[in-house]
DNA sequence: ATGGCCATAGTGTATGGA
């Protein structure tokens, strides 16, 4: 089973691009973030005759997420629930889907804009709530296993950025955003990227400016956090970037993990 | 050269992104 997550940056703009990439990938399970649409506006009919059941939550002008699973493997969800409980947030950043044997999240976390923000407390805040909220949900006896995907707006690692020095405790790379990813992991998930060997140099977004992406001056922000009681079937993950060099990409690469599950 | 691009709303130019 192939689980994948990708930020679009519009839905609108990038309907074609994903649409591609459905094809090519046949992913079973999709997380999105910034849809950037209403959810009268989502293209559900065409993503519905590409095989895909939609489950989507959106705003106008910013955020929005979906999850899209696919018609023949996985199928329908059996639950789904926007938001975070504990939490009120009019931003649409929060979707799970839950199916057999496995509770699906598609995150879009807040950038945060600046460590002297106001953004920046919500941003902290946001993670906090999530982190509470995925505790009790993990701790459910309903909840056999948890995938949290999405743009955590976090490089978690050094490693994880093109240029440590230029990018120490600046936003994305803070001890205090560091330390809530951590927090995340320690609620008994994988960082399933990093279970496995990769390429120095790994990334998932590429500013536009600057010509980030040709000088690969990226960062590690997007990422699939499977349960830790699925680790043994976890059999590879990797970062598309075919995607990024399309003409009008978004800025962030999908995301692919795959799973020898169920058996 | 400390900014460069892109999407949105909407027709000027601001805001947000990361």
């Not at 994903?18 to 990938?25: F, G, K, Q």
């Not at 639950?79 to 509770?103: M, T, Y």
């Not at 499977?226 to 043994?232: A, M, T």
Request: glycine share 6%; aromatic share 10%.
């Amino acid at each position: 089973m192939k689980l994948a997550t990708w930020n679009v940056n519009s839905l609108r703009v990038r309907l074609a691009h994903l649409s591609d990439w459905l094809n090519a990938t046949r992913v079973d399970l999709l997380a999105l973030q910034e849809l950037k649409l209403t959810d009268d506006k989502f293209p559900k009919a065409e993503l519905e005759a590409l095989g895909y059941h939609c489950y989507f939550s959106g705003q106008p002008t910013y955020n929005g997420v979906a999850i899209l699973s696919r018609m023949d493997s996985i199928g329908a969800a059996l639950e789904v629930s926007c938001g975070n409980p504990l939490f009120e947030d009019e931003q649409k950043r929060l979707i799970r889907a839950r199916f057999e044997g496995l509770d699906f999240i598609s995150a879009y976390f807040p950038n945060g804009q600046a460590l002297d923000s106001d953004k920046y407390t919500y941003k902290l805040r946001w993670i906090d709530a999530l982190h509470d909220h995925l505790q009790q949900l993990r701790e459910s006896p309903a909840c056999k296993a948890l995938v949290l995907a999405g743009d955590f707006n976090i490089a978690p690692e050094d490693i994880d950025t093109h240029d440590p020095a230029k990018w120490a405790g600046q936003i994305l790379c803070s001890a205090a955003e560091r330390e809530r990813f951590q927090r995340l992991v320690a609620l008994g998930l994988v960082d399933s990227f990093r279970a496995f060997e990769q390429a120095p140099k790994s990334f998932s977004w590429w500013d536009y400016r600057e010509l980030g992406f040709r000088r690969n001056a990226g960062l590690r922000i997007d990422h699939i956090l499977v349960d830790e009681r699925l680790r043994s079937t976890l059999s590879g993950s990797l970062i598309d970037k075919g995607p990024r060099k399309l003409e009008k990409p978004s800025d962030h690469a999908p995301v692919v993990t795959e799973l020898a599950w169920p058996a």
